[in-house]
């Protein structure tokens, strides 16, 4: 499934966001070590492109409502992916044309 590809995209982007936020949890969480997502992590940090789609990510309404969400950055800093795919909110980014824009350049 299209969506499901997208996820680890959307994980490692918002691993980034809080790490660079300093809200991340210890580098212990089991996604944010991930060797998936930090490889992730490097490869849109690599490339101006994918750079500047996840700055129009970043400040897109929803991703605000999903990043200021307390239960959501627990999962995040939990590692919790099935309590953010559960979430509504963060499947319907899913869908976002701006995710899978990075996913298209992710996967070149």
């Known amino acids: 499934m299209k969506k499901l590809r997208c996820i680890p ?3 490692a982007f918002i691993f980034y966001l809080t790490a660079a936020a300093g809200m991340a949890a210890d580098s212990g969480s089991s996604q944010a070590g991930a060797p998936q997502v930090r490889e992730l992590q490097q490869k849109m940090l690599d490339d101006e492109g994918i750079l500047m789609l996840i700055m129009a990510l970043r400040d897109d309404p929803e991703m605000q409502s999903l990043l200021q969400d307390p239960a959501v950055m627990a999962a995040v800093n939990a590692g919790d992916v099935s309590v953010l795919t559960s979430d ?3 499947i319907k980014l899913l869908d976002n044309p701006i995710v899978h824009e990075i996913q298209r350049k992710v996967d070149r």
């Open 88 to 90: 509504p909110r963060f």
């Open 9 to 11: 995209v959307l994980l």
